[in-house]
């Protein structure tokens, strides 16, 4: 995969990218809200990271050190891939990118499964684009889809789209052999888990009941047609987000609003528990056990709300820090649970914070207009490698924003291949050449 003499120079800059990361600017804390969930093996999250604290920990290393080297080599050897692929030019903007994208590098210095996420993704890419045919470089392969697998449940979503992406570009690869890797790993993660957990639970529950209550402030949203059991603690979602709805209606500030949207959701989903009494909360309990008919409900009843709101924050996954502005000026209802749903993320005023939003939404306006064309190449026969790497984050964003909320932090994963997909893209366009062999 890699001989002695790239071993020392990745190694090398390695070592270097450790350095950069380590002392660039964070824009996260050490421990966000939900870093408890991790260190205490939470049974709505997966087990693997947990225990490679708790392995961290024995070996007294320190894990955000472990985290920085493990994300500076990933992005070494991502760059490095490229370099090998197609020329020193893309591999150097690609890294810079990525390095001076200091939210992007703040989740190595946070107890989050996003940085080791984040590394195996490039990791991944690196190997995927590098597609020797050898088999070791095949079993890293399917050991990387295998830990994004178990690592993070939307990685179930990553390694399809890995998956998605051999199959279109025709390689020769032995499904059934990675479908025992990976359920090797699922068979240990669970084996972990349940030595510290009875039950598993997951946050779909949450998930569901949340654009529910949200959605039900709309006007389109009638109580009626959902079931009578639940009419009671649907009117008091109705009125207590009813109000929301019509503030939100009265921003013009399109980023504003879909971040606000965002926020509301997570209220939606967490804290307007918290307003319910007992007899609420019991009917609460009888939903979230019968989320599935829930969400059955909602598809069938406000259909095309849903969807917009789904569009909205397909949208607001580009998006940072623009309701901050607002805030200071204006005062929405259930303001202090607003200020509670920010994750975390420290936004300032300062300059690069300013253009990095504006680039944000650029950089998303750019990436819709090349999807579009080269999904219109595809069909025409004429795809090229770019193609690969624009559907890959295209799909991802999408099942993220019809699942969950939207925040730009679950863009991050799919950066790296979002400016790697502009630049081979452009590439294309500029010497019109197609190439990319098959030969796993």
């Not at 603690?233 to 709805?245: A, D, E, R």
Request: aromatic share 20%.
């Amino acid at each position: 995969m890699i001989n002695s003499k790239n071993s020392i120079s990745i190694s090398l800059l390695t070592l270097l990218n450790f350095i950069i990361i380590n002392y660039s600017v964070s824009f996260l804390d050490y421990i966000l809200p939900d870093s408890s969930s991790y260190q205490n093996y939470s049974p709505k999250y997966k087990s693997l990271y947990p225990f490679f604290i708790n392995f961290v920990d024995t070996l007294n290393l320190n894990l955000i050190y472990v985290q920085i080297l493990f994300l500076s080599f990933s992005v070494v050897f991502l760059s490095y891939s490229i370099f090998k692929k197609y020329n020193l030019f893309i591999s150097l903007i690609l890294y810079i990118a990525i390095i001076l994208n200091f939210f992007y590098t703040s989740f190595s210095k946070t107890i989050l499964t996003e940085s080791i996420f984040f590394s195996l993704i490039n990791i991944g890419i690196g190997l995927f684009v590098i597609n020797n045919g050898k088999n070791l470089n095949y079993y890293f392969y399917c050991l990387i889809l295998a830990l994004l697998f178990s690592i993070k449940s939307i990685g179930f979503i990553v390694v399809l789209c890995f998956l998605f992406l051999n199959f279109l570009r025709g390689d020769k690869f032995n499904y059934l052999k990675c479908f025992l890797i990976i359920l090797f790993f699922v068979v240990l993660e669970n084996i972990i888990f349940y030595k510290k957990n009875d039950i598993r639970s997951n946050v779909l529950g949450e998930m569901i009941l949340g654009k529910t209550f949200f959605l039900s402030g709309k006007k389109s949203f009638e109580i009626e047609k959902y079931p009578k059991i639940y009419k009671s603690i649907l009117q008091k979602s109705k009125n207590y987000f009813v109000k929301t709805h019509n503030s939100l209606n009265e921003i013009k500030n399109f980023p504003t609003k879909v971040e606000l949207k965002s926020d509301y959701e997570v209220i939606a989903q967490f804290q307007f528990y918290e307003e319910l009494n007992t007899d609420e909360k019991k009917l609460y309990q009888d939903m979230y056990n019968n989320k599935i008919l829930i969400l059955g409900y909602l598809l069938k009843n406000n259909f095309i709300d849903y969807v917009n709101l789904s569009m909205s924050h397909f949208f607001g996954q580009w998006v940072a820090g623009f309701k901050q502005e607002y805030l200071k000026k204006n005062y929405l209802p259930e303001f202090e649970e607003i200020l509670l749903s920010s994750g975390g993320i420290k936004i300032t005023d300062s300059l690069i914070i300013k253009i990095g939003q504006n680039l944000s939404i650029l950089l998303f306006a750019f990436f819709q207009i090349i999807f579009l064309i080269s999904l219109i190449r595809f069909f025409l026969n004429k795809k090229g490698d770019s193609f690969y790497f624009i559907i890959f984050p295209q799909i991802y964003l999408f099942v993220v924003s019809f699942v969950n909320i939207s925040t730009v932090r679950y863009l991050m994963p799919v950066y790296p291949i979002i400016i790697l997909a502009c630049l081979i893209f452009l590439k294309e366009i500029v010497k019109k050449k197609y190439v990319f062999s098959a030969r796993y």
